[in-house]
């Protein structure tokens, strides 16, 4: 089985390599070619367009920045629908609206092409090491036949519904994500200004009731300066704005994700191609960080 792989940026290189790893036969597309420089070293073929990735696979995944960018890479011209052939499956794994992952799967039905929406949790770390969380939408059938590839990339795997539903999984996801990030800022700027050290600080923090994830993971990197994105702040932003979006559809009030969009957003102005744990700098005592 041939394997499509379009976008090899921090995550889709790291997904990528795994693949590689489990010695799957992988064909890659990215916008700047430079960035897939790793993945082509480590065995994987380059192809011109994501028409071409498609042609050459039987199953192919995306994983890109933006809705609008999704859109463009599988129903522009020399997209992804132009090149897959009845039979084929395509799985986007990029975080993106639940109505575009609804609109790609009824595309691909017309033309028999299996479709699911895959988006994932873990961040950089997750993708290298092969433990991502991973939601799907989709038909059941279309989902068994992809699980095997799933597996090589994550451990945390579920069917979330049909169409849309991955999408609607991840939105719930980085609610929480964004809400423990937060707290866990507003913790260390409480602990920085009452003198407390922030080892033992992260020590509590981690194996007591605030332990988290994001305490887990993020918390050394801000205290060794390192604010490189694993997931961007501009990608959370995105996030929190399709959730609150698809939020103002099913007539729900979120006033936390809405406080949480307001405080990403001023992060963005400056910091919007840091990671998510730069969310600290809007306190004083790590503005200069």
Known sequence: ?????????????????????????????????????????????????????????????????????????????DGLFSGAKSGDILVDMTTSTPKLAEKLATMGQELGIGVLDAPVSGGDIGAKNGTLSIMVGGALATYNQVLPIFQVMGQNIVLAGDAGKGQHMKMSNNIGVAATVIGMAESMAYAEAAGLNLDAAYNIWRNGAAGSW??????????????????????????????????????????????????????????????????????AAFASA
């Open 1 to 77: 089985m041939k394997i499509g792989f379009v976008g090899t940026g921090v995550m889709g290189t790291g997904m990528i390599n795994n693949l590689l790893a489990a010695k799957h036969d992988v064909i890659v597309y990215n916008r700047t070619r430079e960035k897939a420089d790793d993945v082509i070293a480590n065995g994987a073929r380059w192809a011109d367009s994501p028409a071409a990735v498609a042609q050459a696979a039987d199953i192919t995944f995306t994983m890109v920045g933006y809705p609008k960018d999704v859109e463009a890479v599988w129903t522009g011209q």
């Open 214 to 283: 994001s305490v887990t993971n993020y918390m050394p990197r801000i205290m060794a300066d390192d604010f490189a994105a694993g997931f961007y702040v501009k990608h959370l932003l995105k996030d929190l704005r399709i959730a609150l979006d698809a939020a103002a559809e099913m007539a729900i009030d979120l006033p936390g994700t809405a406080l949480a969009e307001q405080l990403f957003a001023k992060l963005n102005k400056t910091h919007g191609d840091e990671g998510v744990q730069a969310i600290v700098k809007l306190w």
